[in-house]
């Protein structure tokens, strides 16, 4: 599948400061999500991007489809303890890829009180 | 809500065994797919199937192969255990074309000693 690169690879934070991650890829892809994956559970899907500069928020969290399709950046304001996890970006090439999400390395998220 | 269960949350084999790994969908979904998850690696598409009796192999299906007999579940086999496929084992699942929301299960942590 299409490599996906996704940065910082962790992140170690205090309660209250906002944190950006962002995912980038060398192909357009149609459509961009983020996933996240709370501690002994499986990736959730937190939000999904379906055009290029699309702005969405979820709460706390925004995120952004790029203007290229071949990025996007999720972005938490005023990070709380329960945010922590591993926080996925994932691509889909419809209709070439065969459907199948393509997912980043994952940002592994530590917040302390 | 969604419920996708895996069968065991953490499994321990020797190497050479053959190994079957469950899951199981009680929303109707079409579509389901296997992932490991090892860190550093991210989540890795090892099989997936659009229908019953279907299947497609993923990025990494070598090792593996599956087992879709009824709709509602999807099987994964390690006919041979080897030490490397030792790794965290998720299902998913999703309705239709659009790919995008998937449901996860919690994951099987499988150790072959």
């Known amino acids: 599948g299409q490599q996906l690169n996704q940065s910082p690879q962790s992140m170690f934070i205090q309660e209250g400061e906002d944190v950006s991650m962002n995912c980038t890829s060398s192909?357009?892809?149609?459509?961009w999500l983020w996933y996240k994956q709370d501690p002994g559970e499986g990736p959730v899907l937190l939000i999904a991007?379906?055009?290029?500069?699309e702005l969405t928020s979820n709460g706390r969290l925004t995120a952004q489809f790029g203007i290229t399709r071949k990025d996007s950046f999720l972005n938490i304001s005023a990070s709380i303890p329960s945010d922590v996890g591993i926080y996925f970006c994932?691509?889909?090439?419809?209709?070439?890829?065969?459907?199948?999400?393509?997912f980043g390395k994952g940002t592994s998220l530590l917040v302390t009180p | 809500d969604v419920k996708v269960t895996q069968s065991s949350r953490y499994l321990v084999k020797r190497t050479g065994e053959k190994v079957f790994l469950e899951c199981v969908q009680d929303?109707?979904?079409?579509?389901m797919f296997w992932y490991r998850q090892d860190p550093g690696l991210g989540l890795r598409l090892i099989y997936f199937s659009y229908d019953v009796k279907m299947k497609e192999k993923g990025d990494i299906p070598e090792g593996y192969s599956v087992s879709r007999e009824k709709k509602e579940r999807f099987s994964l086999i390690l006919e041979s255990a080897s030490t490397n496929q030792t790794s965290m084992y998720l299902c998913a699942s999703s309705w239709g074309a659009s790919n995008e929301k998937l449901f996860f299960g919690s994951g099987t942590q499988l150790s072959v000693l």
């Open positions: 994932a691509g889909q090439r419809i209709p070439n890829s065969g459907y199948a999400l393509n």
């Open positions: 991007l379906y055009k290029a500069g």
């Open positions: 929303m109707d979904h079409e579509n």
């Open positions: 192909s357009i892809f149609n459509t």
